[in-house]
Structure formats: structure tokens, C-alpha cells
């Protein structure tokens, strides 16, 4: 099995890979807080999944320029604008945070999809 490997990482991956592992991070951390602070375990356990996911595929494969894990990683900001939907007192939080990842994914979209790879 090979694995794909960015020949030198850029600037602008750099600093978007920092911003969204560390929402994800984040994100995973204040939903596992939420399951006993609010009683709300049916609610917020698989979105601590989600971003416990989401930080592990960004830790590791993402870093490493696998396609797949950019595919993937788009499961953070589509949860959090359906989130927001769902619930729309909260709804400025969650679209801002979907749209924090999403424009991170969009930024490194060059480095995985460049034809000079």
C-alpha cells in the first residue's frame, strides 16, 4: 500500500491545516464538555464523534495529502450547516463554524488536486 505525500508542504496549507485541525479540535472537545453539562448525550454524542473523526483524519492522512481524507473531512462543515438548520437560535454559531472549515478545505484544495503533485 503506498501512501501519498506532499513533496513540500505550502505556506497556505500550513496555516488552513492549523485552522481547521484546531476547530475540529475544539469542536470535539465543547460537544464531549456538552454531554454532562447539559444531559444532552443523545444529542451531542455523534457530534463528538463527528469531530473526534474529523480531527483524527486531519491529523494524520490529511497532513499527508491523502485525497481521501479531503473527501472526507467535508462531513465537519456539512454536519455543522445542517446543525444549524435544525437549530436556528444556535444557527450563527454552527454556519460560522461550517464556514471557518469549509473555507480552510477550500484553501488546501490546490495542494491535493495539483497536476504538479
Known amino acids: 500500500m503506498t501512501t501519498s505525500t506532499f513533496p513540500a508542504l505550502t505556506a497556505r496549507f500550513k496555516i488552513a491545516w492549523i485552522i481547521i485541525?484546531?476547530?475540529?479540535?475544539?469542536?470535539?472537545?465543547?460537544?464531549?464538555?456538552?454531554?454532562?453539562?447539559?444531559?444532552?448525550?443523545?444529542?451531542?454524542?455523534?457530534?463528538?464523534?463527528?469531530?473526534?473523526?474529523?480531527?483524527?483524519?486531519?491529523?494524520?492522512?490529511?497532513?499527508r495529502g491523502q485525497k481521501w481524507a479531503w473527501w472526507s473531512t467535508w462531513i465537519l462543515p456539512t454536519s455543522m450547516a445542517l446543525t444549524g438548520l435544525y437549530i436556528p437560535e444556535f444557527a450563527p454559531y454552527y454556519f460560522g463554524g461550517a464556514a471557518v472549515f469549509a473555507v480552510g478545505l477550500l484553501l488546501t484544495i490546490k495542494d491535493f488536486f495539483s497536476t504538479n503533485r
Open 21 to 63: 485541525l484546531t476547530s475540529a479540535a475544539l469542536a470535539t472537545i465543547s460537544y464531549l464538555v456538552m454531554i454532562f453539562v447539559d444531559k444532552g448525550a443523545a444529542f451531542f454524542t455523534p457530534y463528538t464523534a463527528f469531530n473526534l473523526y474529523g480531527f483524527l483524519v486531519l491529523l494524520i492522512p490529511f497532513r
